[in-house]
């Protein structure tokens, strides 16, 4: 296993602040969240808020909020948090009835054509509003903060952080995720033992959600091998939206699970001119490049062979047990082995198999359970809406 350690100041780290070509992490009032693209002397769009000049988030640091007045920026300084104080006020005389607000839908469209800001409509909206000094302190604090979420324009740019991409994607589209929380992608890397210098094997079919997680704990430092069925270098959309330094990238390869074969004979195109003779610059960079993609082939299936990894890490559409039957014996002795699935019964089985095989040590599942709070004061509870499950885990230790 590996014993490396990196120099503290040698340590990888992103540049700071937004740079040009980043995807940047947006968060709405309404607490939505958008990926946008920062290209610089370029606009960047916001579906429903408006645009503005990239230029202006360029080099900012992450965190900042914004908003946004004439394609131009305007910062906003952190907001405090206000204690809300409790009074016997009740809700239980308020009738919202179609005369509650008389302040009509077409009024308000006018404002905002007039370029009335949103805070002085909100304003506006509450004096007329005919029950607001009904409402409770409470309330009165929710209906301002969703009346800022419905005509505010304004945004917090979020750092990409494996946490916060890993959120992003999760309420995006889960499915894309095969159901890999962020607790649950925390538990595979440590049971795997994912750190800088390691050498690890990985099989992902969860976007890329996986190997980002591995590379951004190796910090360019060791090797990674992903396993795919595609034959170009497969498409892992989170890991471009991590922003990496390419020196974090370059530890990353990738074979398709024919090249994975060791009695495979890989078909290469000729990397020599037929006569010997190049008769152009064109045709130069051409045989230089199919020489390239050769020579990375076959050092990437020497890696492989020559085997010692200290970890497999999978999540797959395919059966995981065929996966570890060709991957197994490229692993070190005591080689962590983590499967992630979003289903009990690929997992269950998957341990009764790995129980009869003498090489595969305490094949443990765990199922990953979080709860999230609402934290605020005097309003601390538990979350209403919360996912139900964040897959399911099994660990082996092969001997």
Same mark, same amino acid.
């Given at each position: 296993?590996?014993?490396?350690?990196?120099?503290?100041?040698?340590?990888?780290?992103?540049?700071?602040?937004?740079?040009?070509?980043?995807?940047?992490?947006?968060?709405?009032?309404?607490?939505?969240?958008?990926?946008?693209?920062?290209?610089?002397?370029?606009?960047?769009?916001?579906?429903?808020?408006?645009?503005?000049?990239?230029?202006?988030?360029?080099?900012?640091?992450?965190?900042?909020?914004?908003?946004?007045?004439?394609?131009?920026?305007?910062?906003?300084?952190?907001?405090?948090?206000?204690?809300?104080?409790?009074?016997?006020?009740?809700?239980?005389?308020? *009738?919202?009835?179609?005369?509650?607000?008389? /302040?009509? !839908? @077409?009024?308000?469209?006018? #404002?905002?054509? &007039? %370029?009335?800001?949103?805070?002085?409509?909100?304003?506006?909206?509450?004096?007329?509003?005919?029950?607001?000094?009904?409402?409770?302190?409470?309330?009165?604090?929710?209906?301002?903060?969703?009346?800022?979420?419905?005509?505010?324009?304004?945004?917090?740019?979020?750092?990409?952080?494996?946490?916060?991409?890993?959120?992003?994607?999760?309420?995006?589209?889960?499915?894309?995720?095969?159901?890999?929380?962020?607790?649950?992608?925390?538990?595979?890397?440590?049971?795997? *033992?994912?750190?800088?210098?390691?050498?690890? /094997?990985? !099989? @992902?079919?969860?976007?890329? #959600?996986?190997? &980002? %997680?591995?590379?951004?704990?190796?910090?360019?430092?060791?090797?990674?091998?992903?396993?795919?069925?595609?034959?170009?270098?497969?498409?892992?959309?989170?890991?471009?939206?991590?922003?990496?330094?390419?020196?974090?990238?370059?530890?990353?390869?990738?074979?398709?699970?024919?090249?994975?074969?060791?009695?495979?004979?890989?078909?290469?195109?000729?990397?020599?001119?037929?006569?010997?003779?190049?008769?152009?610059?064109?045709?130069?960079?051409?045989?230089?490049?199919?020489?390239?993609?050769?020579?990375?082939?076959?050092?990437?299936?020497?890696?492989?062979?020559?085997?010692?990894?200290?970890?497999?890490?999978?999540?797959?559409?395919?059966?995981?047990?065929?996966?570890?039957?060709?991957?197994?014996?490229?692993?070190?002795?005591?080689?962590?082995?983590?499967?992630?699935?979003?289903?009990?019964?690929?997992?269950?089985?998957?341990?009764?198999?790995?129980?009869?095989?003498?090489?595969?040590?305490?094949?443990?599942?765990?199922?990953?359970?979080?709860?999230?709070?609402?934290?605020?004061?005097?309003?601390?509870?538990?979350?209403?809406?919360?996912?139900?499950?964040?897959?399911?885990?099994?660990?082996?230790?092969?001997?």
């Amino acid at each position: 296993m590996s014993t490396f350690n990196i120099p503290k100041g040698e340590q990888k780290s992103r540049d700071p602040g937004v740079q040009s070509g980043d995807q940047v992490l947006v968060r709405l009032p309404n607490g939505d969240v958008k990926s946008v693209k920062v290209e610089e002397n370029a606009n960047v769009v916001i579906a429903k808020f408006g645009a503005f000049h990239a230029n202006e988030l360029i080099g900012q640091p992450y965190g900042l909020t914004y908003e946004i007045v004439d394609k131009k920026l305007k910062y906003l300084p952190p907001r405090t948090l206000d204690e809300v104080e409790d009074t016997d006020a009740t809700n239980e005389l308020i *009738n919202d009835g179609e005369f509650v607000q008389p /302040l009509t !839908v @077409d009024e308000i469209q006018t #404002l905002k054509r &007039a %370029g009335v800001h949103a805070s002085d409509i909100i304003k506006k909206q509450i004096e007329q509003h005919a029950n607001y000094s009904l409402k409770t302190e409470y309330s009165k604090d929710k209906y301002k903060k969703r009346k800022e979420a419905k005509y505010s324009k304004v945004f917090t740019n979020i750092e990409p952080t494996l946490f916060n991409v890993c959120e992003y994607w999760w309420l995006k589209d889960q499915t894309r995720l095969r159901d890999l929380r962020v607790d649950s992608l925390s538990q595979m890397l440590n049971m795997a *033992n994912i750190r800088p210098g390691g050498r690890h /094997l990985a !099989v @992902d079919d969860a976007s890329g #959600l996986l190997v &980002a %997680g591995i590379l951004e704990r190796m910090g360019g430092q060791g090797k990674l091998i992903t396993i795919c069925h595609t034959d170009s270098p497969p498409a892992y959309p989170i890991v471009g939206q991590m922003n990496f330094d390419p020196s974090i990238i370059d530890v990353l390869i990738s074979l398709n699970w024919a090249t994975a074969e060791e009695d495979y004979v890989p078909i290469l195109p000729p990397s020599e001119a037929p006569d010997g003779q190049v008769k152009s610059d064109r045709q130069k960079d051409r045989l230089n490049k199919r020489k390239a993609i050769s020579d990375l082939l076959l050092n990437t299936r020497e890696e492989l062979f020559s085997g010692e990894f200290e970890s497999l890490v999978i999540s797959t559409e395919y059966d995981p047990f065929s996966i570890i039957e060709r991957l197994s014996p490229y692993l070190a002795g005591s080689a962590s082995i983590v499967i992630h699935s979003p289903y009990s019964e690929v997992v269950v089985d998957l341990q009764a198999k790995m129980r009869n095989i003498p090489q595969f040590l305490c094949p443990t599942v765990t199922e990953a359970w979080l709860r999230r709070y609402q934290v605020l004061p005097g309003r601390t509870h538990p979350m209403m809406a919360m996912s139900g499950s964040g897959g399911f885990i099994l660990q082996a230790i092969k001997m």
